[in-house]
Nanobody, 116 residues
Framework: QVQLVESGGGLVQPGGSLRLSCRAS????????MGWYRQAPGEQRDLVAA???????NYADSVKGRFAISRDNARNTVYLQMNSLKPEDTAVYYC??????????WGQGTQVTVSS
């Protein structure tokens, strides 16, 4: 079983930065893909960024050049560095992991609010 613990959300002014972290714990698994999704009120949950175990990344067009995803395989931790934040980035951000056996896990979500 995979357990996820997220941290790093909060309130920030437009143009500011935040760093989200998500650590996976448990045993008997190997995580293939780690990623971040977000969901604003009344909207669907969309991919923000994802990274494979080998370091290949994928970003939503809306965050390219502003957000950077990285991971520490030894610690089973994924990070999302968010810079130049905009009000439209306001959402609940969810960590997502997929193991090599196809098991998927979602984090509990962390609120990111961009407002002056």
């Amino acid at each position: 079983q995979v357990q996820l613990v997220e941290s790093g959300g909060g309130l920030v002014q437009p143009g500011g930065s935040l760093r989200l972290s998500c650590r996976a714990s448990g045993s008997g698994f190997s995580i293939a893909v780690m990623g971040w999704y977000r969901q604003a009120p009344g909207e669907q949950r969309d991919l923000v960024a994802a990274i494979t175990r080998g370091g290949s990344t994928n970003y939503a067009d809306s965050v390219k050049g502003r957000f950077a995803i990285s991971r520490d395989n030894a610690r089973n931790t994924v990070y999302l560095q968010m810079n130049s934040l905009k009000p439209e980035d306001t959402a609940v951000y969810y960590c997502n992991t997929k193991t090599t056996l196809g098991y998927e896990k979602w984090g509990q979500g962390t609120q990111v609010t961009v407002s002056s």
